[in-house]
């Protein structure tokens, strides 16, 4: 079993930022964050593989937002910057034990509670 227990999330303003942190009870092979609007599908925002470090991205997020983990490979970020009003959303991290990393929600087996991002205009 893996815990995940996310932070970070709360207000911007449009143009600013926000950090989100997800903090993992054990070493998993790949982390992601996922963010859902009310009445929209879950969407893979951005994904990493926690041992290399290789990351990818949803392009509706390329360029504004980094995914990032820490030297106990235990912890993941999500720095969001240049934030519009369409990001706003709860943010899931999610993570996978096994080998399969990318935007899919079906490949990760442990959420997070999730953390509301609002984003005003």
């Known amino acids: 079993q893996v815990q995940l227990v996310e932070s970070g999330g709360g207000s911007a303003q449009a143009g600013g930022s926000l950090r989100l942190s997800c903090t993992a009870s054990?070493?998993?092979?790949?982390m992601g964050w996922f963010r859902q609007a009310p009445g929209k599908e879950r969407e893979g925002v951005a994904w990493i593989l926690v041992g290399s470090g290789f990351t990818d991205y949803s392009e509706s997020v390329k360029g504004r937002f980094s995914i990032s983990r820490d030297n106990t490979l235990k912890k993941m970020y999500l720095q969001m910057n240049t934030l519009k009003p369409e990001d706003a959303s709860t943010f899931y991290c999610?993570?996978?034990?096994?080998?399969?990393?990318?935007?899919?929600?079906?490949?990760?087996?442990?959420w997070g509670q999730g953390t509301q991002v609002t984003v005003s205009s």
């Open positions: 999610a993570a996978n034990s096994g080998g399969a990393c990318s935007g899919n929600p079906s490949v990760y087996n442990y």
């Open positions: 054990r070493y998993v092979a790949c």
